[in-house]
């Protein structure tokens, strides 16, 4: 696609694949929400009884699966399985479900305020540690997707993310796909059971 720099012309050239379309209609679509206060992160959402977890971390770690986990043993929705959209609002994150969801066939029309995130690592034992300063942006940045064709696209990108990274807390959550993981989530990041 080609595009004047105020986006009131537009050309679309001929898409070589037919898959390439939900990659290119998710850019574009980025183009306008990082405008706004949108960011686009590799992960899954969750909605915990009006609380969003969002699992993040590399292609295959589980974010899926954990997602999946918390929907059997603590009946959650699962929001998105892959792409979710985060959204500043004035008192609030809003983690937006999308319609694309990458391998996972999770993508509900729905939003939940995001309450924390949680990057994923395997282990043969489950641990979980709230992550600070640096570290903290370490471990999510890796899951941002940057619009480095848009002109000042990085830039509105990292200062959404700043304000994100500010306002919710982020952990590391070692563990295997089990019940005992849910558990220790719920307990470190909710207090005791609900």
């Not at 929705?77 to 694309?100: K, M, S």
């Not at 002109?151 to 990292?158: A, P, V, Y």
Request: glycine share 6%; aromatic share 10%.
């Amino acid at each position: 696609m080609l595009a004047d720099k105020t986006w009131e012309h537009a050309v679309i050239l001929p898409l070589q694949e037919r898959t390439h379309a939900d990659s290119f209609l998710c850019q574009l679509f980025y183009t306008h929400a990082v405008q706004r206060h949108i960011i686009y992160l590799h992960s899954s959402l969750i909605d915990f009884q009006g609380r969003g977890l969002m699992f993040l971390g590399p292609s295959g770690i589980g974010k899926t699966t954990q997602a999946e986990l918390w929907n059997k043993y603590r009946d959650a929705l699962i929001i998105n399985g892959d792409v979710v959209f985060v959204q500043e609002a004035e008192d609030t994150f809003l983690g937006w479900g999308t319609p694309w969801h990458g391998s996972s066939p999770y993508c509900e029309n729905a939003s939940v305020p995001v309450h924390a995130m949680i990057v994923l690592k395997q282990s043969s034992e489950n641990s979980i540690r709230e992550l600070t300063g640096f570290e903290k942006v370490t471990a999510v940045s890796t899951s941002v997707f940057y619009p480095r064709w848009l002109e000042n696209g990085m830039e509105l990108c990292l200062e959404t993310l700043d304000h994100f990274l500010s306002r919710v807390p982020v952990y590391e959550l070692s563990c295997r796909p089990d019940e005992d993981a849910v558990k220790l989530t719920e307990e470190a990041v909710f207090g005791s059971r609900l």
